[in-house]
């Protein structure tokens, strides 16, 4: 994933380009005039997929928060390599190049934990949670990474033997501890739909087996390398 420097650097070539292109329906797009009225409250993606009981409840027991893909990539590089250019990565800088990087209304479905303890707060202050990373479709990374770390190396080391994990073609897969991981990939489509709404859901229609086709996009490091 790009650090910090060169996510202002991303951004600003990506402002230049939606002005040399001509890019006017990003900018004058009527959905964002549309999501600026509108009276709905501030999308919180993880509440909104949890519910409000099953949200507390989490946040509540003081286990999970946020950790940034630089504790993810430790373990799955290859998702790291295989999706550096997935537009997810790069949702802020999207909004920089719109002049909306502040705005609320936007920041839920544009960075990693907006509305949530420990989640993304600004550029400045949190320059680790911009754009859309693992923990945005997970939930907080914590709890996961205590599972499968070894206590004696520090916090989110892995392991090297088996425990608490599944082997799928003799190589070592890592589950469990996320609200909306593998195991529970109900919750993690209710993730990508809290954000990927009728309005904002162009990159598929709005039926039953089109977004599986984009949901099973996105279950391998390369997309469609299990075609």
């Given at each position: 994933m790009p650090n910090n420097s060169c996510r202002i650097v991303i951004a600003a070539l990506v402002a230049v380009f939606l002005l040399v292109a001509g890019d006017v329906v990003a900018v004058t797009d009527d959905r964002i005039k549309a999501e600026l009225e509108d009276p709905a409250p501030t999308l919180n993606p993880l509440r909104k997929a949890l519910g409000e009981k099953g949200y507390q409840r989490a946040m509540k027991s003081g286990k999970y928060h946020y950790v940034g893909n630089t504790k993810c990539r430790l373990c799955h590089r290859e998702f790291f390599v295989g999706r550096k250019k997935d537009p997810h990565v790069y949702t802020f800088e999207r909004l920089v190049a719109v002049n909306h990087s502040g705005n609320r209304r936007c920041?839920?479905?544009?960075t990693t934990g907006y509305g949530v303890e420990s989640g993304f707060v600004s550029f400045e202050r949190t320059p680790k949670l911009v754009g859309v990373q693992c923990e945005g479709c997970h939930g907080p990374g914590s709890e996961h990474v205590r599972l499968h770390g070894d206590d004696k190396n520090g916090f989110g080391v892995p392991r090297l033997g088996n425990?608490?994990?599944?082997?799928k073609g003799g190589k070592r897969e890592i589950k469990g501890g996320f609200l909306a991981g593998a195991d529970r990939p109900k919750m993690i489509k209710r993730m990508c739909l809290s954000c990927h709404t009728k309005r904002w859901g162009r990159s598929f229609k709005r039926t039953?087996?089109?977004?599986?086709v984009a949901?099973?996009?996105?279950?391998?490091?390369l997309p469609g390398d299990d075609e």
């Open positions: 920041l839920g479905c544009h425990m608490g994990s599944a082997k039953p087996r089109d977004f599986q949901y099973d996009h996105y279950k391998t490091p």
